[in-house]
């Protein structure tokens, strides 16, 4: 089975400064799907960024990257000139590309805070 | 507006007292999922279905029902609350294999 793991329970940022979250994951599959969403206090799920296991360029969403490391089973975060409305709960999530279940694992969240 | 909705947003209830969480999108997505977040456990798959009257368990499917009567709907259902089913529980649709969108969540306490 696959799981996620997230071993930063919380990180710290200066406003301005950017921030890695980092998250690892094991699967024995091939093919597969790796997102990071964030959950601010409303509580709701935004998706920040996906990255195909297929593709070796790392994905970028303005100040949003991602450092995939497929061998190593590595995929963080990266936050460049963090903002005070980045602050949020941070989760790594999986999806197989098989297509039996459509189900996302999630790891376990980093709480970010941004201060300013 | 594309969204998924969820209701209600706040529920708090007895032991026992059966009680039903709406879920509808306006997207015409075949799949549709529950999750519950727990802290220190992420979110977590409790059913999925991936199309009308098909559905599957997800990872915890004990104590919920839901049924898929029609493309927009899935309701979870909780026939015989625990305290253990306190929790934040999300609604998910998507295209298969395509993004996940969530409703707003609904925070269900368990007396």
Known sequence: AQTVTQSQPEMSVQEAETVTLSCTYDTSESDYYLFWYKQPPSRQMILVIRQEAYKQQNATENRFSVNFQKAAKSFSLKISDSQLGDAAMYFCAYRSADGATNKLIFGTGTLLAVQP | ?111
């Open chain 2, 1 to 111: 507006e594309a969204q998924v909705t969820q209701n209600p947003r706040y529920l708090i209830t007895v032991t026992g007292k059966k009680l039903t969480v709406t879920c509808s999108q306006n997207m015409n997505h075949e799949y549709m999922s529950w999750y519950r977040q727990d802290p220190g456990l992420g979110l977590r798959q409790i059913y999925y279905s991936m199309n009308v009257e098909v559905t599957d368990k997800g990872d915890v499917p004990e104590g919920y029902k839901v049924s898929r009567k029609e493309k927009r709907n899935f309701p979870l259902i909780l026939e015989s609350p625990s305290p253990n089913q306190t929790s934040l529980y999300f609604c998910a649709s998507s295209e298969l294999y395509n993004e996940q969108f969530f409703g707003p969540g609904t925070r269900l306490t368990v007396l």
